[in-house]
């Protein structure tokens, strides 16, 4: 069995703990890796290293800089079959979808590199004669980027490849429930020729090496993606140092269904946004708000499809849908989240529980409920799977205000045909993101920022990059 340990400044150290993580293929529940548990003195190693190597690594003009961020992407592609598998054996990820998370993470890598000749300060009037104000862009120093689960891989790029092309150096810190993918990838790295220090690899608990990373004096930016406790904990964390944060947390998304929809559009997309990774995606449909007129059709259209979804082995099963949940403790939160909803008066059309065909792994049944109430857990809590209620409104206003009823602000859609409908629903939500008759799911390009508790600042995109950066002014006065 494979055994992975921290790598920290340029080497594979084992940790001084003598306990190891054991990491679970969640379709079999059979232990597939070990890694050491990273300590607070590897977390501290890891940004003195960070540190030593960032003013050599800033100094690079940045198109070098750029060359080592596309040797990432290339050694990503060479090795694309063999990180899939390690993904989707980790996380229970359907293997189609794992490959194109490894192929996404690849073009991030290309993506960011070609910022390099495009980070531009400005030169602004002065009041004054004879002074010019210069605005430059400069690196922040040592990242820090805390990953999830469910995206590990991807979600590990978005921090380094930002954070690298902006002339900082890196400390990631995957998540104990998937850090294989990350740590193959740090051992491809090492093959690069990437100067020491430069990106390093701790993984351990949130709260002992999470904590660490976020309350360090030597950190100037921790990036963390997860859940909104976690994000809370960072926040306090850097609160020490007034150090700067940038964090994607949870997410409620509603999405708004016409009568004037296309209705297959509508069912199509909703369904793909909750099915896609179990629906543990945090951009995906989380409940389903129909007009009245049309809610008996869509709703038996929706249900008819929710139940020809495919479940499998994440690996083996080429054509499945979707596969296990991640975890034991997952599997538990969402029985019980359903098993609550009923309580409060949810009916289940479909799905409600563990599929009878697996005899082990934390599968769930794709899952529909109405009759849920508005100021219900199942509405107002992130369920993180393959559940979705769906309840009825009467006016686009009434639609608008309920969506907006939550505390968190990720991302939302409307499915309309009509221009007005479109424009006031993208106007009154009160989300980062808003998808106009298309599925939950956002570019490299664009820029993913959750408002409310899903979060503060984002990723992706110029202003994704920009992130890493200070703003720092001269005022050149001359004679
Ligand atoms: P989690 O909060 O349990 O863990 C995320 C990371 O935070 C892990 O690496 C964990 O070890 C670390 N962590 C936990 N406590 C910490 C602490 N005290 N200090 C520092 N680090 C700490 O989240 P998860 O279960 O891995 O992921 C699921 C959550 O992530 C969901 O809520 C989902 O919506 C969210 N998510 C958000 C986005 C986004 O872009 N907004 C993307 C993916 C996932």
Known sequence: MKHYKQYINGAFIDSKATSVIEILNPCTEEVISTISTGTVEDANNALEAAQAAQPAWEALPAIQRAAFLHKMANVIRENRVFLAETLSKEQAKVIGLAQVEIDVTADYFDYNAGWARRIEGEIIQSDREKEHIYLHKVPIGVAVGICPWNFPFFVMARKVAASLITGNTCVIKPSSEAPNTIMEFADFIQKIDLPRGVLNFVCGAGRTVGNALSKSPITGIISLTGSVGAGQKVITAAADNITKVSLELGGKAPAIVCADANLDLAINSVVSSKVIFSGQVCNCAERVYVEDSIYDEFVDKLTKKMSQVTIDDALTGINADMSSLVSQSQLDKITEMVEYAKKEGAEVLVGGKRPEQFNRGYYYEPTILTNCSQDSQI????????????????????????????????????????????????????????????????????????????GVGGADGKHGMEEYLHTKVIYAKYY
């Open 379 to 454: 509405i107002q809590e992130e369920v993180f799977g393959p559940v979705l209620p769906v309840m009825k409104f009467n006016t686009l206003d009434e639609a608008i205000a309920m969506s907006n009823d939550t505390e968190f602000g990720l991302t939302s859609s409307i499915f309309s045909e009509n221009f007005n409908n479109i424009m006031k629903a993208t106007n009154g939500l009160h989300f980062g993101e808003t998808y106009v008759n298309r599925e939950h799911f956002e570019a490299i390009q664009g820029f993913h920022a959750g408002w409310k508790k899903s």
